[in-house]
C-alpha cells in the first residue's frame, strides 16, 4: 500500500517529533502493508513552514535510516501546502514540492472557508501541468455546506483524498457520514492516513480501505489503491463523472 500523505518528517510541523517518533511510525506503517509514504509537511499555513531543500534532505536522511533497520519503506518528497496567494509565485521561483516528484500537488484549503481566489490558482496549476489534489476536504465547512464545488473543481482537473480516520469514524459520525457520501458522489480520488504520531493520529490505511470496502464496494476500494500506484509513477489517476451531490453533506 502506499500513503500519499503523512507526517512522518521529524521536526518540521506537528507530526513526528524526533527520529526515534517517526521511526516507530515507519514501523508501523509496514505492519499495515505499506511500502512507500509520501512526507508531507506543512508549508505556508502561517505556523509552519518546510522549505523544499530541507525536506529533499531530510527525506534522504530517513531513508537511510530505514535502510539501517531493514525497514521496507520507501519515503518521498512532498509537502501539504496550505494555499495562499503567492502560491503560484513560488512555484515559479521553484520554492514547493509536488508529491513524489510528480505532477501531482497537496494543497490544503482553510478549514472554513474556500478563499475566491481557489479558481484561478486551479487553472493557474492547470496550464503548468500540474494536478492539485484537495487534501481532507471532508473538513472544510464550506465544501460540506456545498458538495457541487467539488464537481466543478473536478471537471477542472483537480482531485481530492479523504482521510483514514475521517473514513472510520475517529472524528466524529458527522464527518465519518459526509466523508462517504462524497465518495459515493465520485468526489474522491485517493484515502490517505494524513498520520501525525503513533497513538490518536497513527496510520490506518488498513482500517480505511476495510471500511471503503464494507461501505462502498471492493470495486471502489481497488480503484483508491490503484490511483495512489499511479500517482507514486506520476500516471494519470482514474476520475469518473461525479454524481450530483447533495445540497448539504451534513448540518453543522
Not at 509537502?79 to 494543497?107: F, M, P
Request: hydrophobic residues 40%.
Amino acid at each position: 500500500m502506499i500513503e500519499i500523505h503523512s507526517h512522518i518528517l521529524p521536526g518540521f510541523d506537528d507530526g513526528a517529533q524526533s527520529r526515534d517518533e517517526a521511526l516507530e511510525m515507519a514501523h508501523q506503517a509496514a505492519q499495515q502493508g505499506i511500502t512507500d509514504i509520501i512526507a508531507t509537511p506543512h508549508h505556508g499555513n502561517g505556523v509552519y513552514m518546510a522549505p523544499k531543500e530541507l525536506v529533499v534532505q531530510a527525506v534522504e536522511e530517513m531513508n537511510r535510516v530505514f535502510e539501517s533497520y531493514e525497514l521496507p519503506i520507501k519515503l518521498h518528497t512532498g509537502q501539504e501546502i496550505r494555499v495562499y496567494d503567492g502560491l503560484i509565485d513560488d512555484w515559479e521561483n521553484d520554492k514547493l514540492l509536488t508529491l513524489a516528484k510528480s505532477r501531482y500537488i497537496l494543497l490544503e484549503l482553510p478549514h472554513s472557508h474556500v478563499p475566491g481566489y481557489f479558481d484561478e490558482m486551479v487553472y493557474e496549476l492547470s496550464i503548468r501541468d500540474l494536478i492539485p489534489v484537495i487534501a481532507h476536504p471532508e473538513r472544510n465547512k464550506e465544501i460540506i455546506e456545498s458538495p457541487e464545488l467539488l464537481e466543478g473543481w473536478i471537471e477542472n482537473g483537480v482531485l481530492c483524498q479523504v482521510t483514514s480516520h475521517s473514513l472510520i469514524g475517529l472524528f466524529g459520525r458527522k464527518i465519518q457520514k459526509a466523508t462517504i457520501q462524497l465518495c459515493k458522489s465520485r468526489l474522491n480520488h485517493f484515502v490517505s492516513s494524513d498520520a501525525h504520531n503513533c497513538k490518536e493520529r497513527a496510520f490506518a490505511l488498513r482500517e480505511a480501505y476495510r471500511m471503503v470496502d464494507r461501505s462502498l464496494g471492493r470495486g471502489i476500494m481497488n480503484r483508491y489503491k490503484e490511483n495512489s500506484r499511479r500517482l507514486l509513477s506520476n500516471e494519470d489517476a482514474l476520475s469518473d463523472e461525479p454524481v450530483r451531490a447533495k445540497r448539504k453533506l451534513l448540518f453543522w
